[in-house]
């Protein structure tokens, strides 16, 4: 009778799901808030929500609690910073085609692509990045989510659809 | 296929190889290619888990202090060393303890439950714990023990050792009880060694011992009821002064004289009634928590 869901309350099954989640719910909130609104200091508020909760939710739960909590953090947060993404500088092309119209285009474009990517709707951002950056297959990223893969493709080709009409003519 | 088909099977990779040399000669395979290309330069922010980890533990521990100057990083890093040689060589004990009026509620580290009731206390080293569940016991629990390794419980007149199961300990000096609710206990002491099981108690009182039987799936208490089977009047005095954090003064009343009754936690002025009335006496208020139990004249 008492021995329900407690398990999240104990110290390795803690670790193991900070271990196992917290880079996962880092990206997400990157590719949802950006750099500037310090996705590490809500990666932590997340699971010390966790804790705090941790007689009420289930270890297989933990993954959706936290991605709720966390996208939840900055509803309300006048504080919010403009969504930015960080691009390294160098780019890693091919020796043979380092002619410096090429590399002009390419980087041109980059700025291009930085802008169009931080201009898109969260929810969008977030299907498409954790799809082309991670490789995560749709039904992965349903799961994380927490919604249909029907919704997931929907946000992506949504997101496909605006950078080309941002970035089409090429 | 259709087009949007197309993108979303190719961004899945779901495509065949004759899909992806069709797709492969449209623009948006192109544009999602060149795309693909400048992602490889996104910047994920710095986090190393383990570090962030051990920073957040330190933070629910409440001991999350922030070092503005150098000099402290200095201090702070030989207290952790210091600490961590205390940690590794001295395994302190935890301790739980109640006072009168008070109940809690806890988790071992095994994730075996206690209930603490009034005025008890329990002690044991969580770091040794895996290997050796050894808990020390002054008052009375109740426990429903996860199974394991051999869980034992010492007090100061015996010792109960069990593998899993649910139980009840009181021992309050002069009186010694174990309940067993489920699986089965071993109860050494050093007149005896009793195997109880399901419904079984065993009780010793005025330094003899006897085998009776219960008919509770938990200890009434835990449900905030105290019940008494034939119990001396000053056992019973003794719980009523640890529920309600009173002091009871019996005056020309036997207090050895056995009673079966119950009361419950949550209802003072009942409770007092409840005892009173077949003795035919009173409890006369005197002073803020203190009561004194008189024949009626």
């Keep these: ?170 | 296929m259709k087009k949007e088909e197309a993108i979303l099977k190719f961004l899945n990779g779901e495509l065949t190889k004759e899909e992806i040399s069709k797709f492969s000669k449209t623009e948006d395979f192109e544009l999602l290619n060149k795309i693909d290309k400048q992602l490889e330069r996104l910047e994920i922010p710095d986090f190393e888990t383990e570090e962030k980890l051990s920073e957040l533990e330190t933070r629910l521990d409440g001991k999350s202090v922030i070092f503005p100057v150098n000099w402290y990083h200095i201090a702070a890093s030989i207290l952790i060393i210091g600490f961590s040689f205390f940690y590794f060589f001295y395994h302190p004990e935890t301790i739980y303890e109640t006072s009168s009026a008070e109940h809690l509620a806890f988790y071992l580290p095994d994730s075996s439950f206690v209930k603490l009731n009034a005025d008890s206390k329990i002690s044991f080293t969580s770091q040794t714990w895996e290997e050796n569940r050894r808990i020390e016991l002054s008052g009375e629990a109740y426990f429903e023990v996860r199974k394991g390794s051999r869980f034992t419980v010492e007090s100061q007149n015996g010792t109960v050792s069990v593998l899993g199961t649910k139980f009840n300990i009181n021992d309050r000096g002069k009186y010694y009880f174990v309940d067993c609710f489920e699986g089965k206990v071993q109860v050494t002491a050093t007149s005896f060694d009793e195997i109880l099981t399901e419904f079984q108690s065993i009780q010793v009182l005025d330094k003899k011992w006897e085998r009776l039987s219960h008919k509770f799936n938990i200890s009434p208490w835990v449900n905030r009821e105290s019940k008494f089977d034939n119990m001396p009047l000053s056992f019973i005095l003794e719980e009523m002064e640890r529920q309600f954090n009173i002091i009871i003064r019996p005056d020309n009343i036997d207090v050895n004289q056995k009673m079966t009754l119950s009361f419950e936690h949550n209802d003072i002025q009942g409770a007092l009634n409840i005892v009173a009335k077949p003795l035919n006496s009173t409890f006369i208020k005197s002073g803020n928590n203190t009561y004194i139990l008189t024949l009626e004249k």
């Design chain 1, 1 to 170: 009778m008492f021995e329900t869901a407690q398990d999240c309350c104990k110290k390795e099954v803690f670790e193991t799901l900070y271990r196992t989640l917290s880079k996962d719910i880092l990206r997400f909130l990157y590719y949802k808030f950006g750099a500037d609104n310090h996705p590490e200091d809500i990666v932590q508020e997340a699971f010390i929500k966790l804790w705090k909760n941790c007689q009420h939710v289930l270890p297989q739960k933990a993954k959706a609690f936290l991605i709720k909590v966390s996208s939840n953090h900055m509803l309300n947060d006048i504080e919010k910073k403009k969504v930015s993404l960080n691009f390294n500088k160098s780019l890693t092309v091919q020796e043979d085609k380092q002619d410096p119209e090429f590399l002009m285009r390419e980087s041109e474009f980059g700025d291009r692509l930085k802008k169009a990517l931080e201009e898109l709707p969260e929810h969008q951002r977030v299907a498409f990045l954790m799809n082309r950056v991670e490789k995560k297959k749709h039904q992965e990223i349903a799961d994380l989510l927490g919604i249909g893969r029907k919704a997931v493709e929907k946000r992506i080709y949504s997101a496909v659809k605006t950078l080309k009409e941002k970035l089409g003519e090429i």
